[in-house]
Structures are given as structure tokens and as C-alpha cells.
């Protein structure tokens, strides 16, 4: 075999796949049930079953390339509707074997030589790999001896060079820590190294159908410099990065591409002499001969580190008429033409002519659309009624921005003007200094229901009961963050131990320190520490009015009896006694009974407050948007795509217009809340004036003043009772939540801790395999010295690596920084797949020769 195929990559069986999809949904999506979904989640676990193999064994024919595409779009689509973590982990193997010191710098261990990550993305990027590695394998399985089979392969290697290309521009980004790739056959050097071997590969099939077809010398020249230049390409892109990506390269693959560098540089200078002959060029020809001998030379030597037969074969039929035409050309330029023989420094360059390029097929540019029934289609698209994740989220943050409406602006507002009506009444001894006329010995009926209530509710037990639950939440809360913090600052100590030890070995450490590398991690923590810190103000301030009502809540849950012996009594007949200085009892009459109008009042208003809330809150309940979100992302995948030519990314943030018309359903609601606070202003003024007049007309008694002040105590009680409850209540709901976000964090902060402490034995290996190893031999010369082409090659189409976040190691610095995802490329265009043909491979010493 004379042409290198790409093996696939393996991986192990995934048993939790469909439990992983299944317990999302259950979790997610609270109005979907799992079993809706079954059949989709059948489909996609026999899917991989199909393109994904322990040992990665695969059938090489069209029908397997048609299920990994299959696959791949499926995954793509499932993108869509799931995040890209569902809390299960994708484990694939390196394409090949990795010699100890490659596995010591990939980070991976020797008894488990696979790379696990929770991310749909890293599983499609493998997938998207194994595409490419099958088109490479059809090409190398394509029967070269004739004119159809040549152009089947060279589709096909144009094909494994555009999905290598998409894989590094497109899908690699999303799984990137930093710019340390998933794998270290995802890197961009190895994927660029790829992607050049496949071209160069391309253009050899096209070479190859040249020769066949007996084009001039001078075009097979032009096309031989061409595969010798993207050779040589895939060799410097093996060359670079940081390790190269020939350290994960098997040995025999560099030698080869460097062996085909020199052969097609060789075929070139022989093409371009044999052109010279024609023209009677005879010291140019006899110039290039012996360079192409040279060049022979040179990929001969190299041979003895373990080439395919086929290739020295070749070598050793083009040195042989190389020597011949050397033989016959001085032999007639000595007796005959007598010309000087040109220098390999005068020869003009043969210039390359470029004949293929990176084709990505249309199933992979454009997968989404391609997930149809029939025989053109890859399958229905799986999942396709679930709610998308985007809308879905979107969904949440509008049900999030829903109850914080009301939660806030109604029954909050609602809340707050009552607790200040309570209040208000409160300094005014009202209507504890009614009761207290009215009713002067018992307890009066209203003060009783409160009592009962109280008692029924659990009384100050509950409350305590309450407070303590809060008091043990926030611990938690703050011993997660301690948490968190605390492998922060573990990494940093062990960041600034590493660096020390390089630099006192006299190397150097270009890492970013702790406290940058960790400042969004940082900054994060502060803002949950002063959250925390306000929170627990509010639980003091709760606390300390707690201490201050404890006494009287506990006597309006007291008993009966207990309660008539707190609250005095007074002479019945006492409170008709007319002092002879005091007003007439008729203006008493008239401003108690005033009085007793303004409460009533009052408590309408409360009344139908609370009848608003209970009226939003049956809106909130039917407030269901999700078909208005549907509808618009249908308008935005329509207006984004109006072709219908690829997957188009939706945020939340793209119905934010929908939210703002969707919320104006509640602004009425909120009006009544403000017109309401308004009339309580105005009303609650009246009571005080009301109630001055009422103060300097009634008589003064001591008993009646203790009377008055006790069922006030007991009356404002109930009110603190429920509005302490209440404080208790949001304390736990929100410290419940809370710590659902700071686990998260952790769970960050654990995964960014053990990507950092995998670069740091990433770096000292790198280090250390520099150190160790001999110096390496002196790059060959590039061919463009000997032909150059006529003008400069662009660069490989590829996406540069995600730029490494930044954080920062220290508790007390912290700033806010905004987290951004990759915004998806531009794809290549496309090229349809072939159908396979015959197996077989091209046998040089049938049908061409370079004479």
C-alpha cells in the first residue's frame, strides 16, 4: 500500500445512555414523562451501537459511512434539546497506541488510556473523526488501476479533508478547556497534519489519473510539485504545537510523509526534465535530473525506518529511469549538443497547480435538514417534540420572571402595605383602645379567632423551629463555598510549588498564576459571599424581632384561661362614666364610630389586595407561553434560515420582546396594588386625626390604658407571628436554592481544579520528554527551494484555539465576568459521497511509469 489510511478511534459500550436521557427528561421538562420518549431513546442507543467499537473495528463500506452520518446529525439535533452536560461521560480512545512518555503528556494513565468527558459535543467531535477516518479508508479501498476508481478515492480524500477541517474549526471549540483540546488527536496540529495527509493524497489520485491518461509533461510536473507541497505541509503541521503532533503519531506515518516529500519532489524535477528533453533544454534537463536524483536519494535513505513495500518500490523504479535518462542525456549532451549543466540554484521553480481542496459532504454542513424519512434522508430527527433547551430555558426564565413579579410587586407590595397598616394602628393603640371600650371585661371574639390560629399553626415553637432550620441551611451554604474556596486556594499553593521547582531547575514556567487563571471562579465567590453576608443580616433582623415578639406570641398561643388573666378587666359601668370636664358622650360616639368606619375601611382594602394576589396568582397558573415561544423560535429559525441549509443557534435572549408583551398581562394588577397603597396613605392619615380627637376626649384610667395596651400587644402578636413565619419561610426557600448554586459552583470549581492540575503534569512532562530526549535531526530543506511555487499557500482554513479563561486564586480579589460560547463557523462547501467499488490498490508496476 502505497497511501497511509486513517484507522478509527475506539470506544466502550455505553450502557447509561438511555437512563442518563431518560432521568433528564424526568428532571427537565416536569410536564413530559420519560416513556413518551422511549422509542427515540431506543433509536439513538442502537445508533451508537452500530458506529461505535471497543477495539474500533468497523465495516469500511458505504452503508457504515451512512450510519456514523446518521449518527453525527442525530447528535447535532439532540444539541438542540439537551444541554451539552446530561451527567454522563463519553469515554474514546486515542486514534493510536500512545507510548508511555505520550500518555504521561496527554495526562492519561497507563491502565486507562481513554478520554472520558460529559459533553455531546466531545462525543460528536469523535464521531465526526471516525467520518473522516471512513472516507480516508473507502478512498485507500478504491481499485486505483483504473480511471473511475482514481476519481472515487480522490472524491473521498477530499472528503476526509473537509470534515477534518470542520472538525477543527467547528466542533473542537465547544469541548476545549482553556486551549488544552479534549484529546490529544484533537488537537489542532494533528487535525491540520490530517487534513494536509488527505489533500496530499488527493492530489496524488489526481497525478496518478494524469499519468494514466499521458498528459504533458509539463501538467504531470506541475501536479507531482503539488502533492510533494501539501507533503510537506502535513509534515510541518506534525512538526508543531506544543507537544508536536507527531508524538502521537506512530513513527512509520512521519517517515512515510517525509518519504512521499521527497519521491513527488523527485517525480516533479523528472516530469519537468523530461519537458526540458522536448524543448531542447539539454542542461536544464540533465540540471533537473540530477536533483530529482538527489531527492531519490534522500527518501531512499529514509526508507530504512520502515516504509510499505509499495512506496520503495516506486522509489526504485523512478531511480532507475532517473539513472537511465542521466546515462543517456550526458552521454548526448558530451558528444552532441554540448551545454553546460544548469544548477540546481538556476533552475526555474516548478510551479505547483493545485487540483483538490477540503470537500465537506452536505450531510455534515448541513445535518438537520438531512434528518428526513426516505431513501435521500438519515432518519427522522429523535426527540423532535421535546421542547428544545434553549426554549426550554427560556421558558424557565420567563416562569423565573413571572413569580419574581408577583412574588415581589403584588403579594410582596401587599405585604408590605399591610405590615405598615399594622404597624400605623400599632402606635395608635387601635383597635385594642376599641376593644377595650367596648367589650371591658373578657376576651373579645376577634382577639380569640387570632389565638386559635396561632395555637392551630404550631405558635412559637414552629417559629423557632423555623429560625433554626434557616440558621443550619446557612452553615451549609457557607461551608460549600469554604469549600470551593478552599480547592482554590489548594491549586494556588500547588501552582506556585510547581513554578518554584521550574525555576529552580533553571526552567521556565509561562503559565498564568492562580489568581489570574481563577479570577472569574473568585469573583464569582464574592459576589455568593456578600449574598450570604446580606442574607444573614435579613436572618438577624428576623431574629432579633423574633427576640423582641417571642413573650407575646407565646401568651396569644397560650391558653384560654391564660390569656383572661393577661388581658385586665375593668368596672363594666366604668367606661359609661361621664367626667364632668369631658366632652359630651355624643362627640365620643361620633369619633369612635368614625373610627370604627375607618378600620372597616382598612380591611376592605386589605381584602381585596389579597383578592388581587389570589387573582394573579390563578393568571400565573394559566399562564402557560410555551406556544408563543415556540412560535417565535419557529419565526427565528425561519427568518435565520430561510433555506433551511443548517442548525441555527437560539438563546433565551431572543424573546425578550415576547417576555415584555407576555408580562403587560400583569401591569393592570400592579396598578390596583399602587391604587390601593394610595387610598391606605390617605385613609391611615384620616385614623390619626380621627384618633387624636378621640385620645383628648375620652377619659384617662390607668386600668383602661392596661387594658388597651395588652389586647394592642396581642393583636399586633398575630400580625408578627405570620410576618415572622412568612421571613422564616423565604429564608429556607431561598437558602434551598442557594445551595443549589453553590454546588454547582463547586462541582465547577472541582472540574477547573483538575483541568489545571492536568496541565501542570502536562507542562513538567513536556519539560521532561525535552530534556530527556536526543536532539532530533535537522528538518529536511523545504522542497520550495527547488520548487517554488509561484505564490505563497494560504493557511490551513482553521479555527484558532478558544482563548483560556482567566481566574484569579485569592478570596479577596474578585471580578464579575461575562462567559461567552462559541459562536458556530462558517462550514466549507460540500460534495456528495460516492458508492463503493471494488477493492484494490494501485499496483505501481502496472500501467505507469515516470518515463
Not at 512506496?311 to 550526458?330: P, Y
Not at 427576640?547 to 384561661?561: H, K, P
Amino acid at each position: 500500500m502505497n497511501q497511509l489510511k486513517i484507522p478509527f478511534k475506539a470506544s466502550p459500550p455505553l450502557p447509561g445512555l438511555a437512563s442518563a436521557l431518560s432521568e433528564y427528561i424526568s428532571s427537565a421538562f416536569k410536564d413530559t414523562h420519560p416513556d413518551a420518549f422511549k422509542d427515540d431513546i431506543d433509536k439513538l442507543v442502537w445508533l451508537r451501537k452500530e458506529v461505535c467499537h471497543p477495539e474500533g473495528r468497523l465495516d469500511v463500506h458505504i452503508s457504515t459511512l451512512r450510519a456514523l452520518t446518521a449518527y453525527h446529525a442525530q447528535l447535532v439535533f439532540l444539541s438542540t434539546k439537551f444541554p451539552l452536560d446530561i451527567g454522563l461521560s463519553f469515554s474514546w480512545s486515542p486514534t493510536f497506541p500512545l507510548s508511555p512518555m505520550a500518555l504521561s503528556i496527554a495526562a492519561l494513565s497507563l491502565s486507562d488510556d481513554t478520554v472520558s468527558l460529559p459533553n455531546i459535543e466531545f462525543e460528536r467531535c469523535c464521531i465526526l473523526f471516525n467520518i473522516g477516518a471512513m472516507y480516508a479508508q473507502l478512498a485507500a479501498s478504491e481499485d486505483r488501476k483504473e480511471g473511475e476508481g482514481i476519481k472515487r478515492a480522490c472524491s473521498h480524500f477530499q472528503n476526509a479533508a473537509g470534515v477534518f477541517s470542520h472538525l477543527a474549526s467547528t466542533a473542537v471549540p465547544l469541548t476545549r478547556v482553556g486551549d488544552v483540546p479534549p484529546s490529544p488527536d484533537l488537537s489542532t496540529s494533528f487535525l491540520e497534519c490530517l487534513q494536509q495527509l488527505m489533500l496530499a493524497q488527493a492530489q496524488e489520485c489526481f497525478w496518478q489519473k494524469a499519468v494514466l491518461d499521458r498528459f504533458k509533461n509539463g501538467t504531470i510536473a506541475k501536479l507531482a510539485a503539488r502533492v510533494a507541497e501539501l507533503y510537506e505541509l502535513a509534515l510541518m503541521a506534525a512538526e508543531s504545537g506544543t507537544p508536536p503532533a507527531s508524538t502521537f503519531l506512530p513513527s512509520i506515518w512521519i517517515t512515510h510523509i517525509r518519504v512521499k516529500m521527497y519521491h513527488f519532489g523527485a517525480a516533479a524535477q523528472f516530469r519537468k526534465s523530461c519537458d526540458d528533453l522536448g524543448a531542447n533544454r539539454y542542461g536544464d534537463e540533465l540540471g533537473r535530473l540530477k536533483v530529482a536524483e538527489g531527492l531519490v536519494k534522500k527518501a531512499l535513505d529514509n526508507t530504512k525506518r520502515g516504509v510499505g513495500e509499495a512506496v520503495v518500490s516506486d522509489l526504485q523504479s523512478l531511480q532507475a529511469i532517473i539513472k537511465a535518462n542521466i546515462t543517456r542525456g550526458e552521454r548526448d549532451n558530451d558528444m552532441i549538443y554540448l551545454q553546460s549543466i544548469t544548477s540546481a540554484g538556476s533552475l526555474s521553480a516548478v510551479v505547483p497547480a493545485s487540483m483538490v481542496k477540503p470537500l465537506l459532504p452536505g450531510e455534515i454542513m448541513s445535518p438537520i435538514p438531512n434528518l428526513q424519512e426516505g431513501p435521500n434522508g438519515l432518519g427522522r430527527p429523535l426527540f423532535a417534540n421535546l421542547v428544545p433547551y434553549a426554549v426550554h430555558l427560556a421558558i424557565s426564565i420567563y416562569d423565573d420572571r413571572k413569580d419574581g413579579l408577583i412574588r415581589d410587586e403584588i403579594a410582596g407590595r401587599t405585604e408590605e402595605l399591610s405590615g405598615l397598616a399594622a404597624s400605623t394602628l400599632h402606635s395608635l393603640n387601635l383597635p385594642g383602645s376599641l376593644q377595650a371600650l367596648e367589650q371591658p371585661m373578657g376576651l373579645p371574639p376577634s382577639l380569640l379567632r387570632k389565638a386559635e390560629d396561632v395555637r392551630l399553626a404550631g405558635g412559637v415553637s414552629r417559629l423557632r423551629s423555623l429560625l433554626d432550620d434557616v440558621r443550619r441551611l446557612a452553615r451549609s451554604d457557607r461551608a460549600i463555598l469554604d469549600e470551593a474556596l478552599d480547592m482554590l486556594d489548594d491549586e494556588a499553593t500547588e501552582d506556585e510549588q510547581a513554578a518554584a521547582d521550574v525555576e529552580l531547575s533553571g526552567g521556565t514556567w509561562d503559565r498564568p498564576p492562580s489568581h489570574v487563571a481563577n479570577s472569574d471562579y473568585t469573583g464569582h465567590a464574592q459576589q455568593y459571599r456578600e449574598t450570604l453576608e446580606a442574607a444573614s443580616k435579613s436572618d438577624q433582623v428576623v431574629r432579633i424581632k423574633f427576640d423582641e415578639w417571642e413573650e407575646q406570641i407565646s401568651m396569644l398561643g397560650a391558653e384560654q384561661s391564660d390569656l383572661e388573666d393577661y388581658v385586665p378587666s375593668m368596672n363594666r359601668a366604668y367606661s359609661t362614666r361621664q367626667n364632668p370636664d369631658s366632652p359630651p358622650a355624643s362627640q365620643q360616639t361620633t369619633l369612635v364610630r368614625a373610627l370604627r368606619s375607618h378600620l372597616e375601611t382598612l380591611d376592605d382594602l386589605s381584602s381585596a389586595r389579597s383578592l388581587l394576589v389570589e387573582e394573579a396568582r390563578r393568571i400565573s397558573q394559566k399562564d402557560d407561553v410555551r406556544p408563543a415561544v415556540l412560535r417565535e423560535a419557529a419565526t427565528i429559525a425561519r427568518d435565520a434560515s430561510p433555506g433551511g441549509e443548517g442548525q441555527v443557534k437560539i438563546e433565551a435572549k431572543n424573546f425578550e420582546l415576547l417576555f415584555e408583551r407576555e408580562m403587560g398581562k400583569y401591569d393592570a394588577l400592579v396598578e390596583e396594588i399602587e391604587e390601593s397603597a394610595k387610598n391606605q396613605e390617605e385613609l391611615l392619615e384620616e385614623i390619626r386625626r380621627t384618633n387624636e380627637e378621640w385620645v383628648h376626649a375620652r377619659k384617662t384610667d390607668t386600668t383602661f390604658k392596661r387594658r388597651e395596651q395588652a389586647l394592642q400587644n396581642l393583636d399586633l402578636a398575630y400580625h408578627k407571628y405570620h410576618e415572622i413565619s412568612g421571613n422564616a419561610s423565604e429564608g429556607l426557600q431561598f437558602y434551598n436554592d442557594f445551595s443549589k448554586l453553590l454546588n454547582q459552583f463547586r462541582e465547577d470549581v472541582k472540574r477547573f481544579v483538575l483541568t489545571r492540575r492536568m496541565d501542570i503534569n502536562h507542562l513538567i512532562a513536556t519539560m521532561n520528554a525535552a530534556s530527556l530526549s536526543p536532539p532530533s535531526p535537522p528538518s529536511p530543506p523545504p522542497l520550495a527551494a527547488i520548487s517554488a511555487p509561484s505564490q505563497p499557500l494560504p493557511a490551513p482554513a482553521l479555527a484558532p484555539a478558544t482563548p483560556r479563561t482567566t481566574r484569579s486564586s485569592t478570596r479577596a480579589q474578585s471580578q464579575q465576568q461575562q462567559l461567552t460560547t462559541p459562536s458556530t463557523p462558517v462550514v466549507q462547501e460540500s460534495a456528495q459521497a460516492q458508492p463503493p467499488m471494488t477493492p484494490g490498490l494501485w499496483d505501481p508496476s502496472q500501467g505507469i511509469r515516470f518515463g
